[in-house]
């Protein structure tokens, strides 16, 4: 489904990624793992088409297509959604409008997500409808953003650290949503700090390291059996 290729990436001060090769194949879960500064945000943003940081050499295919220097409106047409690290809705907005103004059919005209659905999936959602967003709280703001990423119908979901800053109950609803998404066919890209989390949700997970590369890939129960890797490459 999404295919990375060797792919550079850069901010004007800084060459962050410098060869990333990865591969999400259809309804699996993808967990990115590795320590803060490692350029997880940057890979995201990268593969989002959102700039910076630029895309300076390799190549990212989607559904067979290459993707790589289209403007993020068509990346996000062709069926990737984002839900971006620190959330970014809308805090002026409420919930419903927030939800709306990312509304749109997947490419295909399919609309599988509406309204009720993303209610009935977030019946937290729709007890705050009226609320502003910046109103919310962070757990609730973090459905909203992954509800909003779901009103466009993506084929793909990109998380970026989830569950960043969440208390652990909240943590636990998180969880259980995304263990409900696994079944909805989608393909998931997880970006996460928390181990436990990528663990429980990822068919696979890759780590990037301070090469700018993926220094380590495997399941999640030879991951959890090494600790020589997590020690070096996650610092757990
Ligand atoms: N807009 C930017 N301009 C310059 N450097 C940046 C920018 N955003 C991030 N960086 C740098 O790129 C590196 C990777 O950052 P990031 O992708 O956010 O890491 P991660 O998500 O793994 O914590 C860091 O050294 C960070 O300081
Ligand atoms: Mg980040």
Not at 17 to 30: K, S
Not at 110 to 122: A, P, S
Request: aromatic share 4%.
């Amino acid at each position: 489904m999404l295919a990375i290729k060797d792919v550079h990436s850069r901010y004007d001060t800084a060459a962050i990624l410098r060869g990333v090769d990865l591969v999400v194949n259809a309804g699996e879960v993808v967990g990115l793992l590795g320590r803060n500064g490692m350029g997880k945000t940057t890979l995201v943003r990268t593969i989002a088409g959102l700039s910076p940081p630029a895309l300076a050499r390799g190549d990212i295919t989607f559904l067979d297509e290459s993707i790589a220097g289209l403007p993020s409106y068509e990346i996000g047409k062709r069926g990737i959604g984002l839900v971006p690290q620190g959330r970014h809705i809308f805090g002026s907005l409420s919930v419903e409008e927030n939800l709306t103004v990312a509304a749109r059919a997947a490419a295909n005209g399919d609309t599988g997500w509406t309204l009720e659905r993303v209610y009935d999936f977030f019946p937290r959602l729709a007890e705050r409808i009226n609320s502003r967003g910046k109103n919310l709280s962070g757990g609730e703001q973090q459905m909203l953003a992954i509800g909003r990423a779901l009103m466009t119908n993506p084929k793909l979901l990109l998380m970026d650290e989830p569950s960043e800053g969440l208390a652990p109950i909240l943590l636990r609803v998180i969880r259980e949503q995304l263990e409900m998404l696994k079944g909805a066919d989608l393909s998931i890209f997880l970006v996460e700090q928390n181990l436990g989390l990528a663990l429980q949700l990822c068919d696979r997970i890759s780590i990037l390291g301070e090469t700018g590369t993926i220094v380590w890939q495997g399941t999640p129960s030879d991951l959890d059996a090494d600790d020589a890797v997590k020690r070096v490459h996650l610092g757990v």
